[in-house]
């Protein structure tokens, strides 16, 4: 079975090269091998080798919209997932795409389609992947028979557009989702570049091709126009263990607050060991990228804001962030929640205005700047 094809066309310049994964909608039946540290141009690249998932794998593809108010959202998932790899629904096969997003009303609405049985995920380079010296490739993919694909421009340009596609009217849903980027892609403790550490925490991986981005989301969902802008995103998670096996609860948000894109990660393992990531840029300069203890501390308030959370426990009525930029410095954002987008016991997607800004050693909560924004956020809470 050919897993990684590298289409070549005879008598064709070098620069109109493509290279292409081929990822069948099949289990693989051993153990697979999680990239945990980065390559040149594999940012946005299939993380598990040789392809497809085993039972316990996960590798996913994530975007998602929420509207400047914080009540209206739209979020896509491209999953290569064994069946007790992560939490979404297993469909035949490790290849699923599903959208989900809710009203302003809070109505809800969503669908998953899986691939067809026969078919391969395909992804993408750009053309000019072997003729360029950038280390800036985006991706672009095909999920056969889902009706849901992507494409992604070159991460070096000023602006990185990210165009997902759902054409399923028989599901009641079709249309896109635009990304243009506003902030540098990273990982989990630095930029973008050979060589970085993958590892949000053991067994579980992350990159961030797009940190914050204006987002367009225009759709039509079961005959109704749904039409927004707001905060965008875009990253991919990956794990070669099974995730309810690693994680005891995860705190992760992303944010658009004036000039600033803040992206958190706080989350515990099994053991109880807690790890950080946190992203603070303002007008597309980098002011954070670090996983260093306490760079970033996110804690729920207010009703159902009990910590750690349980299972079963209600949607906290907002987080507090706070990142150390160091030098004394902080950078703080105040969620407030507006609108629950997944609530299913051990996972909460919730949608919810921000407000904050960088502030000064020896300043109060009151003191600093003070901008205000839409956040999305979510947490996982997988311990009893």
């Known amino acids: 079975m050919l897993l990684y094809a590298l289409t070549t066309l005879a008598l064709l310049p070098i620069a109109a090269l493509a290279e292409t994964f081929a990822i069948p909608n099949v289990l693989y039946n051993d153990s697979v091998k999680a990239e945990a540290t980065s390559v040149k141009n594999h ?73 067809t049985a026969d078919e391969e995920a395909i992804i993408s380079r750009p053309d000019d992947y072997y003729s360029s010296s950038s280390s800036n490739f985006a991706t672009s993919g095909v999920y056969p028979g889902s009706g849901f694909s992507w494409n992604g421009t070159s ?66 969902v079961n005959g109704t126009y749904i039409k927004f802008e707001g905060a965008g995103y875009h990253d991919k998670n990956w794990g070669d263990a099974a995730f309810v096996t690693t994680t005891s609860t995860w705190y992760w948000g992303h944010a658009n607050l004036g000039p600033y894109s803040i992206v958190w990660f706080d989350a515990f393992d099994q053991t109880g060991k807690e790890y950080f990531s946190g992203y603070v840029a303002k007008d597309g300069k980098v002011l954070l990228g670090s996983c260093e203890k306490g760079v970033v501390v996110a804690r729920p308030w207010g009703e159902n804001g009990e910590f750690p959370p349980s299972i079963g426990s209600g949607v906290p009525q907002g987080m507090e962030v706070t990142f150390d930029l160091g ?5 703080w954002a105040n969620v407030t929640t507006t609108n629950v987008v997944i609530d299913v016991g051990v996972y909460q997607r919730t949608l919810g205005t921000v407000e904050g800004g960088l502030r000064e050693k020896g300043c109060g909560k009151g003191d600093g700047e003070k901008y205000e924004g839409a956040s999305l956020f979510e947490e996982f809470k997988l311990t009893p």
Do not use: M
């Open 43 to 115: 940012i946005d690249w299939a993380k598990l080798l040789p392809g497809p998932s085993n039972d316990t794998s996960y590798d996913w593809w994530y975007f998602d919209v929420v509207s400047h108010d914080a009540k209206s959202s739209a979020t896509v998932v491209f999953y290569n997932s064994g069946p007790h790899g992560f939490i979404n629904d297993y469909l035949d096969g490790p290849l699923s795409a599903s959208i989900v997003g809710v009203l302003p009303n809070g109505t809800i609405w969503g669908t998953t389609a899986p691939v």
């Open 155 to 220: 991460l070096s340009k000023s602006k990185v557009r990210y165009v997902v596609t759902i054409d399923r009217p028989d599901l009641g849903v079709t249309g896109t989702i635009v990304l243009d980027s506003v902030a540098p892609a990273h990982y989990p403790c630095g930029p973008n570049a050979p060589g970085q550490t993958e590892r949000l925490f053991p067994n579980v991986f992350w990159s961030n091709a797009v940190p914050d981005a204006v987002g367009v989301v225009d759709l039509v």
């Open 327 to 331: 030098r004394g410095k902080t950078f």
